[in-house]
Antibody, heavy 113, light 113 residues
Framework: QVQLVQSGPEVKKPGASVRLSCQASGYTFTKYPIQWVRQAPGVGLEWMGIIHPSDGDTTYARKFQGRLIMTRDTSTATVFMELSGLRSDDAAVYYC??????WGKGTTVIVSS | DIVMTQTPLSLPVTPGEAASISCRSSQSLFDRDDGYTYLDWYLQKPGQSPQLLIYTVSYRASGVPDRFSGSGSDTEFTLTISRVEAEDVGVYYCMQRIGFPITFGQGTRLEIK
């Protein structure tokens, strides 16, 4: 079936980088863009950016410019999201979503010294 | 950035009764080039990823019960649940995707009385 499988939880120190993955299956990987949305504890949804698997084209939210990179590997139908310069307020559940109607289960990122 | 404002933020409802959530955008979500209005509704049930309910104002996503309906235009939108059931508990978000960054409303928490 159509699904996005996300990588496991991460614990990082402030200032470090985190790289999350999102593997698609059940559909043509290059057909739909994949976006990343995060949710801090007890807070709403925040859009981070989007990548088009067909050509790797990306658009990032302005607040993440300079420390967010999204890439893809078409051979494994996987999208990667790397966030650098982690701060305590980057602690959140990070979701990937394709076409709006297929979401991964989320990856928890903890930032703690 | 387009600001999305939802009301109410909390919505206690008796099962079987109707419920409505409003969403207002700071700019028109109508795209003159293709004639679509890019406003979607999501439900995030407790402990789950968001799930798409309604896309482009009024189209129900696959598998969504017909008690859910969306309406509106330009900058004013409404999600209506004709007869609330216990399984409808969660946080409802409106989301605009006419332009980047994609932005969400603050969320409306529906609870059963």
């Amino acid at each position: 079936q159509v699904q996005l499988v996300q990588s496991g939880p991460e614990v990082k120190k402030p200032g470090a980088s985190v790289r999350l993955s999102c593997q698609a299956s059940g559909y043509t990987f290059t057909k739909y863009p994949i976006q990343w949305v995060r949710q801090a504890p007890g807070v709403g949804l925040e859009w981070m950016g989007i990548i088009h698997p067909s050509d790797g084209d990306t658009t990032y939210a302005r607040k993440f410019q300079g420390r967010l990179i999204m890439t893809r590997d078409t051979s494994t139908a996987t999208v990667f999201m790397e966030l650098s310069g982690l701060r305590s307020d980057d602690a959140a559940v990070y979701y990937c979503a394709s076409g709006g109607d297929v979401w991964g289960k989320g990856t928890t990122v903890i930032v703690s010294s | 950035d387009i600001v999305m404002t939802q009301t109410p933020l909390s919505l206690p409802v008796t099962p079987g009764e109707a419920a409505s959530i409003s969403c207002r955008s700071s700019q028109s979500l109508f795209d003159r080039d293709d004639g679509y209005t890019y406003l979607d509704w999501y439900l995030q049930k407790p402990g789950q990823s968001p799930q798409l309910l309604i896309y482009t104002v009024s189209y129900r996503a696959s598998g969504v019960p017909d008690r859910f309906s969306g309406s509106g235009s330009d900058t004013e939108f409404t999600l209506t649940i004709s007869r609330v059931e216990a399984e409808d508990v969660g946080v409802y978000y409106c989301m605009q995707r006419i332009g980047f960054p994609i932005t969400f409303g603050q969320g409306t928490r529906l609870e059963i009385k």
